[in-house]
């Protein structure tokens, strides 16, 4: 069954370190792999995905996230963090493969804090 | 562009009504979602729909119907509303792995919709 894990329910990280939210998935096929961000009351804005291609994956607000196949995880940092990115973070995973063609799936949610 | 939206924003039903939760989208994408977003929960897949007169039952269907008659609406329905059912909404769309040219895959959401069963 397709499944997204976020491991963390909170990170807290000081203004200026760097920062990583952790996200395994498992899926039958070759994943789409997805950051997205939620501010409070509203809806899901995107970061970034993987598709194909480069492992390291650069997105939106200075945020990357790195694909390992082996490990099946698909981590986003950033270098520097700043009190700006405190938020929900969500990853997703979507199958492209068979009947669950299109079937969408979000982790939990980790709550980034950055304190000044 | 209007994007992906919502109706209604917020509503409040009493346990035993019914309605219909409206999603539009502008962007001629092939797949569109629903989920439920509850506390610690994070996003659950309700129902999904990959194209036109299609759909599929997603993590939590129980309670819930859907109808994709159109592209570009995907309608939730609740025929007996139940107070476990109160929770946010949320909408969203894609285009398939068929159409996107791998540039536009991610989902765009609605603003959600806010719904207390009393």
């Known amino acids: 069954a397709q499944s997204v894990a976020q491991p963390e329910d909170q990170v807290n990280v000081a203004e200026g370190n760097p920062l990583t939210v952790k996200c395994t998935y498992s899926?039958?096929?070759?994943?789409?792999l997805f950051w997205y961000v939620q501010y409070p009351n509203r809806g899901l804005q995107f970061l970034l995905k993987?598709?194909?291609?480069?492992?390291l994956v650069k997105g939106s607000y200075g945020f990357e996230a790195e694909f390992n196949k082996s490990q099946t995880s698909f981590h986003l940092k950033k270098p520097s963090a700043l009190v700006s990115d405190s938020a929900l973070y969500f990853c997703?995973?979507?199958?492209?493969?068979?009947?669950?063609?299109?079937?969408?799936?979000f982790g939990d949610g980790t709550t980034l804090t950055v304190k000044p | 562009n209007a994007g992906v939206t919502q109706t209604p924003k917020f509503r409040v039903l009493k346990t035993g009504q019914s309605m219909t939760l409206l999603c539009a989208q502008d962007?001629?994408?092939?797949?569109m979602y629903w989920y439920r977003q509850d506390p610690g929960m994070g996003l659950r897949l309700i129902h999904y729909s990959v194209g036109e007169g299609t759909t599929a039952k997603g993590e939590v269907p129980d309670g819930y119907n859907v109808s994709r008659l159109k592209k570009q609406n995907f309608l939730l329905g609740l025929e007996s509303a139940a107070p476990s059912q109160t929770s946010v909404y949320f909408c969203a769309s894609s285009y398939s792995r068929w159409s996107d040219r791998g540039r536009n895959t991610e989902a765009f959401f609605g603003q959600g919709t806010r719904l207390t069963v009393v």
């Open positions: 962007m001629n994408h092939e797949y």
């Open positions: 993987y598709i194909t291609g480069d492992n």
């Open positions: 997703a995973v979507r199958d492209e493969s068979g009947t669950n063609a299109g079937k969408s799936t």
């Open positions: 899926v039958s096929g070759n994943p789409y």
